[in-house]
Nanobody, 124 residues
Framework: QVQLVESGGGSVQAGNSLRLSCAAS????????MGWFRQYEGKEREFVIG????????HAADSVKGRFVISRDSAKTTLFLQMKSLEPEDTAIYYC?????????????????WGQGTQVTVSS
């Protein structure tokens, strides 16, 4: 099984950028489709963006489309979330997740493996 560890969170002002990383160990990311989710306090985790196992397909939630991009490194050991034009509404804990399927899913219950999360805070 794969272990996931997120990093790169922090506090930024609105309009700035951040890049989150999700380091995998135990297995490579080429064995999984991947997703980034975020969780607001007191809310369920919501889908942000996903990428297929092949890396050829990705899909972003409407709220981040055009601002967030998901990618993997060539060694398939690290997943990235590049976030630009950040807004205060993007403030949340961000999680990466893996599922043993060819295609990502917007449902958090479809993912078997999760990282511990990283906090992103955007101030106006």
């Amino acid at each position: 099984q794969v272990q996931l560890v997120e990093s790169g969170g922090g506090s930024v002002q609105a309009g700035n950028s951040l890049r989150l990383s999700c380091a995998a160990s135990g297995r490579t990311l080429s064995d999984y489709s991947m997703g980034w989710f975020r969780q607001y306090e007191g809310k369920e985790r919501e889908f942000v963006i996903g990428i297929s196992r092949s890396g050829l397909l990705s899909h972003a939630a409407d709220s981040v489309k055009g601002r967030f991009v998901i990618s993997r490194d060539s060694a398939k050991t690290t997943l990235f979330l590049q976030m630009k034009s950040l807004e205060p509404e993007d403030t949340a804990i961000y999680y990466c997740a893996a599922r043993s399927s060819t295609v990502y899913s917007p449902r958090h219950s479809d993912y078997e493996y999760w990282g511990q999360g990283t906090q992103v805070t955007v101030s106006s």
